[in-house]
Structures are given as C-alpha cells and as structure tokens.
C-alpha cells in the first residue's frame, strides 16, 4: 500500500505522461503510477547504489521492466532534455530539490509539469519556480503517521500569475505558499501552529545569549507574527 503522501504526488501526474522520478529509492512511487495507468512510463533515477538497487528489484518484482528504466546518476543527469514530460521530486528538503532543478535546466526541456513534495523548506521551491519561469499551478499540504508534507506543482507559464502584486504579501506567500494561504487545510494551520511554538522557543533561547542578535530577534518575531495573522485571518 503507497504512502497517502505518494499517493498526493500521484495524483498530480497526467495520464500517458512520460514520468521521471528523482531520488526514487524504491522506485514505489513510478511502479504505482505505472500500475494504475497502463500508458504511463517511466524513468526512476537513484544517486546512491543501495536505493538504485533497491529498485530495480521492485521494478521487476511488479514486472514492469518494460515500462520502467532505472537510471543511476546525480539528480536530473540520468534525464535527456525532451524525454520526460512530468518530473517528480519527493521525500527531501527544498534546498537539496531546487538544487536539483537548477542544476538539471536541460533536461527539462519538454517537460510539462513538476510535482515536488519538498519535507521542509518549500520556500526555495517556490523561488527557483519563480525564478526560472515556472507558474506554481497547485499545492496541497497532508498529515500522515503525525508528520505533515507539502506538494507542489508547476508547470512552465507566468512565474508570477499565482502572487500577490505586493512586494510584502509576496514575501509571505512565498513562506506559506499562495494556494495554501487560500485553503486553509487543516494540517496548514497545524503545521504553522506547531512553527509558531518553535520559532518562540528559538527567540527565547535567542534572548539569553550573552549578546543576543537583534536583528535576527526581530526578523523571527516578525514571522511569528505572520503566523498568527494567518490564523486569526479564517
Ligand atoms: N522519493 C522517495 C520518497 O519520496 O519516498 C524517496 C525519498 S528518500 C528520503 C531520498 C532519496 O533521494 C534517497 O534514496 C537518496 O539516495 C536520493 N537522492 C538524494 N540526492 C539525490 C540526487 N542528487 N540525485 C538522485 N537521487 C538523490
């Protein structure tokens, strides 16, 4: 049975696409995709020899060679530019995805949508996104076994269509996320509550310091009260 938070990145792919999954380990969340859609194919990369090993050996466990290449190679380096159509980037942190992404631009040629599921720092996501002209098209935050994950889709497009016009909101939607702002799901504002209590738990420990960091103090204090603008805006 797939995790509820693969299933979420699942449920962002295309019918017929071409998938390529980066930093796949078992190779679970292709077979899956291949599994329910019998016109899918799929690339699934590994950097390390344990999880490139491990799955291969699903891949032929559900006997979907055929439909399924296991690459070994650093981020999208196992990828031709024109190959893939849909890119899915799961299961680490948003620094290590964008670096990823940026350090692949070729091989995204031709591809027509990103799905990323970023475990923390969703931030620098949504700025390579923006950056480098992909409009953010959807986001979707999950709780599962106590631990909330965000998922990110984009696609090339208006980098900007999915922001505010002002600089200060924009900052804030960036943190958030701009469609996640707007659902307000329920593990959104459990997530953001349980931030709340550690960026608190940061500016105390940061105001016993012998020569505490004004300006750090302030910039946390200013996100803590973003957060509780969020909350109190529902
Ligand atoms: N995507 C799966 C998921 O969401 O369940 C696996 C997530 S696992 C925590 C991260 C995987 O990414 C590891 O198997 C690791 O070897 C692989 N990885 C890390 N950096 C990578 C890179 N630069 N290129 C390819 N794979 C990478």
Same mark, same amino acid.
């Given at each position: 049975q797939?995790?509820?938070r693969l299933?979420?990145v699942a =449920?962002?792919?295309e019918?017929?696409?071409?998938?390529a999954d980066i #930093?796949?380990?078992?190779?679970?969340?292709p077979?899956?995709?291949? !599994? *329910?859609?019998?016109?899918?194919?799929?690339?699934?990369?590994e950097?390390?020899?344990g999880?490139?090993e491990a799955a291969?050996?699903e891949?032929?466990? %559900?006997e979907?060679? $055929? /439909?399924?290449q296991?690459r070994?190679?650093? #981020?999208?380096q196992? !990828?031709?530019?024109?190959?893939?159509?849909h890119?899915?980037? $799961?299961g680490m942190?948003?620094?290590?995805?964008?670096s990823? +992404?940026e350090?692949?631009?070729?091989?995204? $040629? #031709?591809?027509?949508?990103i799905?990323? *599921?970023?475990n923390?720092?969703?931030?620098?996501?949504?700025?390579w996104?923006?950056?480098e002209g992909y409009a953010l098209?959807?986001?979707?935050? +999950?709780?599962e076994d106590? /631990?909330?994950?965000?998922?990110l889709?984009?696609?090339?497009?208006n980098?900007?269509?999915?922001? =505010?016009?002002q600089? *200060?909101e *924009?900052?804030?939607?960036l943190?958030f996320g701009p469609y996640?702002?707007k659902?307000r799901?329920?593990?959104?504002?459990k997530?953001?509550?349980?931030?709340?209590?550690?960026?608190?738990r940061?500016?105390?420990?940061?105001?016993?310091? %012998?020569?505490?960091d004004?300006?750090k103090i !302030?910039q946390?204090n200013?996100r803590?009260k973003w957060?509780?603008e969020v909350?109190?805006?529902?």
């Amino acid at each position: 049975q797939l995790s509820k938070r693969l299933k979420t990145v699942a =449920s962002y792919v295309e019918q017929g696409g071409v998938i390529a999954d980066i #930093g796949s380990d078992h190779a679970y969340l292709p077979c899956y995709i291949c !599994l *329910q859609d019998e016109t899918a194919t799929a690339i699934a990369g590994e950097v390390n020899q344990g999880p490139y090993e491990a799955a291969k050996g699903e891949v032929e466990r %559900q006997e979907l060679t $055929a /439909r399924i290449q296991v690459r070994k190679g650093d #981020g999208l380096q196992v !990828l031709d530019p024109n190959e893939a159509t849909h890119i899915t980037i $799961a299961g680490m942190g948003g620094t290590l995805i964008s670096s990823i +992404l940026e350090n692949g631009k070729s091989s995204l $040629a #031709g591809v027509k949508r990103i799905i990323t *599921q970023p475990n923390v720092d969703a931030e620098d996501v949504r700025r390579w996104f923006r950056k480098e002209g992909y409009a953010l098209i959807d986001e979707t935050i +999950l709780e599962e076994d106590g /631990r909330i994950y965000e998922v990110l889709v984009a696609e090339p497009g208006n980098p900007f269509a999915a922001y =505010s016009e002002q600089e *200060q909101e *924009q900052e804030k939607e960036l943190w958030f996320g701009p469609y996640l702002l707007k659902k307000r799901q329920p593990a959104f504002l459990k997530k953001w509550q349980l931030e709340k209590g550690k960026l608190n738990r940061v500016v105390g420990q940061m105001k016993q310091a %012998q020569q505490p960091d004004e300006y750090k103090i !302030l910039q946390f204090n200013e996100r803590i009260k973003w957060i509780e603008e969020v909350m109190h805006n529902g």
